[in-house]
T-cell receptor, first 117, second 112 residues
Framework: NAGVTQTPKFQVLKTGQSMTLQCAQDMNHEYMSWYRQDPGMGLRLIHYSVGAGITDQGEVPNGYNVSRSTTEDFPLRLLSAAPSQTSVYFC????????????????FGPGTRLTVT | DAKTTQPNSMESNEEEPVHLPCNHSTISGTDYIHWYRQLPSQGPEYVIHGLTSNVNNRMASLAIAEDRKSSTLILHRATLRDAAVYYCILRPHGGSQGNLIFGKGTKLSVKP
C-alpha cells in the first residue's frame, strides 16, 4: 500500500491564484481530513469527510473548498490564495468514523508546503 | 471537545526511558486517548491509543490513570530518532466525526 499520498510536495502561488492540493489513499478508509500547520503550531482541522459525498467544516474552513466524489480522493481547493494561507498542509485518513471512530488511528500524508506571495 | 495539557518540552538521554505526561481532566467516558508524534519535516504518525487499560505496542507503552484524568506515554529506550513533537489527543468513540484536535504537544529532545 502507498498509504496517504499528497501532491505537490511544494507550491508557490501569487496572491489571488487558485489551486488544488491532491490527496489520495489506497486503504479504503471512510474518513479523510485536511489540516494546516503554521510554524511552531499544532495542526488545525480545515475540512473533513466521513464518506464519499459527505463533507463538513473543521476549525478553519474559510478560503478552502473540498469535495469527496470517491472513497480514495479528497482534494482541497484554494479559491483565491492569500499570504495568510502560507502553511504546510497535511491530509489524513482513518478506517472509520462514527460509532467506532475513536478506536482507529489516523494515517497522515507527507504534507504540501505552500507559500503565497 | 475535551482538552489535554502537556509540557512544552522535555529532554532525555539516549537509551534511557522517557515518560511523557498528559493531563485530560475533562475526559468523557467515551473518549479514547491517542498519542501521535511528528518527526521534523514529516507528517504526524500514530504511536498508540487506549481507553482504560494500559497498552503496549512495538513503539511505546501507554499508562492510563485509574480515573482516566491523566496518562503517560513511555518510551522504554529513547533513541535519537525519537526526537519529535508528541501529541496527546482525545478522540471520541461515539462521536459522528472522530476528529483529532491537536494541541502544541511536547517537544522531546534526545541527547547522545
Amino acid at each position: 500500500n502507498a498509504g496517504v499520498t499528497q501532491t505537490p510536495k511544494f507550491q508557490v502561488l501569487k496572491t489571488g491564484q487558485s489551486m488544488t492540493l491532491q490527496c489520495a489513499q489506497d486503504m479504503n478508509h471512510e474518513y479523510m481530513s485536511w489540516y494546516r500547520q503554521d510554524p511552531g503550531m499544532g495542526l488545525r482541522l480545515i475540512h473533513y469527510s466521513v464518506g464519499a459525498g459527505i463533507t463538513d467544516q473543521g476549525e478553519v474552513p474559510n478560503g478552502y473548498n473540498v469535495s469527496r466524489s470517491t472513497t480514495e480522493d479528497f482534494p482541497l481547493r484554494l479559491l483565491s490564495a492569500a499570504p495568510s494561507q502560507t502553511s504546510v498542509y497535511f491530509c489524513a485518513s482513518s478506517y472509520a468514523s462514527g460509532v467506532w471512530g475513536g478506536t482507529y488511528e489516523q494515517y497522515f500524508g507527507p504534507g504540501t508546503r505552500l507559500t503565497v506571495t | 471537545d475535551a482538552k489535554t495539557t502537556q509540557p512544552n518540552s522535555m529532554e532525555s538521554n539516549e537509551e534511557e526511558p522517557v515518560h511523557l505526561p498528559c493531563n485530560h481532566s475533562t475526559i468523557s467516558g467515551t473518549d479514547y486517548i491517542h498519542w501521535y508524534r511528528q518527526l521534523p519535516s514529516q507528517g504526524p504518525e500514530y504511536v498508540i491509543h487506549g481507553l482504560t487499560s494500559n497498552v503496549n505496542n512495538r513503539m511505546a507503552s501507554l499508562a492510563i490513570a485509574e480515573d482516566r484524568k491523566s496518562s503517560t506515554l513511555i518510551l522504554h529506550r529513547a533513541t535519537l530518532r525519537d526526537a519529535a513533537v508528541y501529541y496527546c489527543i482525545l478522540r471520541p468513540h461515539g462521536g459522528s466525526q472522530g476528529n483529532l484536535i491537536f494541541g502544541k504537544g511536547t517537544k522531546l529532545s534526545v541527547k547522545p
